[in-house]
């Protein structure tokens, strides 16, 4: 009860410090952020954690400690206890902060829906085609000059359990957090499948006779993890 | 007033008014029965889940429990730049800027002001998460509440950055952009003088702490850097609170019930919003998610773009922390209806 005590005496110093430093943790000491995040966020996210960092640092010099913890005791309203609760995700984020999104999240999706393009643009008349998974699964659903007949299509992604047995090779799109994450899919015919989340590329052709996106693959390599999981690139 | 200090004296203690101490025995045992009620809810969830798939339960636990906390923590870095340049806007206002300055911006009459101040929404880019409290120190420097809770709604829908974003999603189809904005601006003029028909001054219970007179001498930077801590750590509660919900919902709910309603435009509307409700999405993304659900009628996808930017459960977990509790239950309800019924009309006429 005492060290509690003490805990909230510097709530404000300390609730201030521990966000700003797990900001910190996963922007400028790692990539962690792209976990969670757009890329292009990390400037804003820098500068909330060095503010919060100094709001901290200040108000442990400056404060008299258990100022807001009196305030409340005299029926002011100080920031509340319900504060307390951004501890939890800071702490998450300093130690061990949680992966990104991956085949559970595919495994769910249910929506198999692919948005229509107003148009296709020519693809290079011959050799291997360099698709990005959604550019795919466009030209699979919806081009009705069928432009991937016949030609040889490299795609990467990871691996997710797709339905009856099956399995494909996935991404997870993200315009601005986690939260707002698509899915994009192609089963795969051919190779047994790598563990799940696994990152690979498959060279193959498409399949027109299935309804959903699928590709026949040829060869099947595995690569490292990218930096950003979160955006969809050609091979 | 004195500054009551770690080692006070006993005999300062009795100085202290019992009133006081009961309130906060009161907030401390409210506290611990929201903390019991919310896990009662929490076990009932699980027990459920339990009951329904015991054989599944091995094989999903551990994965969502993962997503679950990606999905949490996500909703709260992408908040948290946004809450603090809210909160660094709303303590600056506080003060710095004279309530005689604020009242010269806006026309008199509020009927009139109310507009404007949606209008100003469409300048002033802003997030969800940065609008609640630069709008709560507007109304404490006097603005009228319609007027401040116009541009509330109106500065996270309508400004330039959501709406190149909509042209992006929605690709050839700049007439989604054109309703997107009409309905937005709409629904804040409305919920504004609404408001000023119906609403009711003692629902708003203004956090007033924050205020310059409260700490007499300290210097006015002092006042602006505890006023931004304040507003800071009290909304940045009750947005990981918001988080959670729907960090939540987003793993427990499956989207293939989704699949059912996509025929039906009267159940597609509705159903829609509240998926925007549930989700939480940030305006500036949300277009590319309503550009991804394809089965679903335009006027749906408007309304969820609509909706999600004014009302979901993030934001009503902030307004309760800004503005109580008692306003962000009849706000947050009368704005989805509004927003709903403004995006069918919309959508009927334009899309």
Known sequence: MRTLNALNRHRTALLLLLSGAALLRITLASDLFQRYVKQSLRPELVAAGVLLVLLGI??????????????????????????????????????????????????????????????????????????????????????????????????????????????????????????????????????????????VTVTGTWNPADATPTIEAATLARIPSPADPYRDTAP | MIDATSGAPPVEAEAVPPRAWAVWTWRLAALLIKLALGSVVALIIFGGLLVAAPELFDYLIAPAFQAWQTVLVAVVIQGLPFLLLGTVVSAAISAFVSDAALSRVLPKRVALAVPVAGMAGAVLPGCECASVPVAGSLMRRGVPPAAAL???????????????????????????????????????????????????????????????????????????????????????????????????????????????????????????????????????????????????????????????????????????????????????????????????????WLL
């Not at chain 1, 999104?101 to 085609?129: H, M």
């Not at chain 2, 007499?216 to 505890?226: E, P, S």
């Not at chain 2, 930017?309 to 209806?337: E, H, N, W, Y």
Request: aromatic share 8%; net charge positive; hydrophobic share 50%.
């Open chain 1, 58 to 199: 200040l108000s442990a010099v400056r404060d008299q400690p258990g100022e807001a913890h009196d305030e409340e005791a005299r029926g002011h309203a100080g920031p509340g206890r319900l504060a307390w609760l951004l501890a939890p995700p800071a702490l998450l984020l300093l130690s061990f902060a949680p992966p990104s999104l991956g085949a559970f999240t595919v495994a769910r999706d249910g929506s198999g829906q692919i948005a229509r393009p107003v148009t296709f643009d020519p693809l290079p008349p011959t050799g291997t085609l360099r698709l990005r998974l959604s550019d795919f699964d466009a030209r699979a659903v919806w081009d009705t000059h069928q432009s991937l007949k016949g030609r040889t299509v490299e795609v990467e992604g990871f691996v997710a359990p797709g339905r009856n047995g099956t399995w494909q090779i996935s991404r997870i799109i993200v315009s601005c957090c986690a939260a707002d994450a698509r899915v994009v899919a192609v089963t795969v015919l051919g190779p047994t499948a790598p563990p799940a989340n696994t990152w």
């Open chain 2, 150 to 348: 116009a541009f509330l709604l109106s500065a996270p829908a309508i400004n330039p950055v959501v709406l190149v974003a909509t042209s992006i999603a929605f690709p050839g189809r700049p007439e989604m952009v054109g309703a997107r904005f009409l309905a937005s601006l709409a629904t804040s003029v409305s919920m504004g003088w609404l408001w000023l028909r119906l609403g009711k001054p003692e629902w708003l219970r203004l956090n007033r702490s924050a205020d310059a007179h409260r700490h007499g001498g300290h210097t006015r930077l002092d006042v602006f850097r505890r006023g931004l801590q304040h507003d800071f750590l009290h909304a940045g509660g009750f947005l990981v609170l918001g988080a959670t919900a729907a960090a939540t919902f987003n793993i427990v709910v499956p989207p293939t019930w989704l699949q059912t309603f996509t025929g039906s435009t009267w159940l597609a509307v509705p159903l829609l919003g509240t998926l925007a409700v549930i989700l939480s999405i940030c305006s500036e993304a949300d277009a590319f998610v309503a550009a991804s659900l394809a089965a679903f009628p335009a006027t749906a996808k408007l309304a969820f773009m609509v909706v999600g930017p004014m009302v979901d459960l993030k934001l009503i977990s902030l307004q309760t922390g800004t503005f109580g509790r008692a306003f962000a239950v009849r706000f947050c309800a009368a704005t989805f209806l509004v927003a709903v019924l403004v995006a069918s009309a919309v959508g009927a």
